[in-house]
C-alpha cells in the first residue's frame, strides 16, 4: 500500500488531490481505511473523499467548485466526465459562453 499521494486541502473538502501519479489498481489509505483505485490518477486531478450523490456540491480549498452530474463513489477520480462546474456553464470545455 502506498501512502501521501493524496491531500486534502481543506477540512470541509470533499475530495483530494493527487500529489504523486497513481496507477489503476493501487491501494491507498483514505481516512483509515484502504482502498483499490480503479482508474490511474493523474498529478492535481480530485478523487471523492466520500460517496458522493448526484448533484452534491463538490468542495476544493473549502469552496464550491461545482455538482456531480452522476453519482461518484469514494476514491473514484472527480472531473469533467461527473462535474459541472459552477466556472463553465457546462462541463464540456467546449461550451459557448453568452
Known amino acids: ?13 470533499n475530495v483530494l488531490v493527487c500529489r504523486k501519479f497513481c496507477a489503476s489498481g493501487v491501494a491507498i489509505e483514505l ?22 450523490p448526484k448533484d452534491a456540491t463538490v468542495y ?3 469552496a464550491s467548485i461545482g455538482m456531480t452530474t452522476a453519482r461518484i463513489r469514494r476514491g473514484t477520480q472527480v ?18 459562453f453568452d
Open 1 to 13: 500500500m502506498q501512502g501521501n499521494q493524496f491531500i486534502l486541502l481543506h477540512p470541509d473538502d
Open 31 to 52: 481516512d483509515g481505511e484502504v482502498i483499490v483505485l480503479q482508474e490511474s490518477i493523474s498529478v492535481g486531478h480530485k478523487i471523492a473523499r466520500l460517496d458522493l
Open 60 to 62: 476544493k480549498h473549502g
Open 79 to 96: 472531473h469533467l466526465s461527473n462535474l459541472k462546474s459552477n466556472y463553465i456553464r457546462s462541463h464540456s470545455r467546449n461550451s459557448a
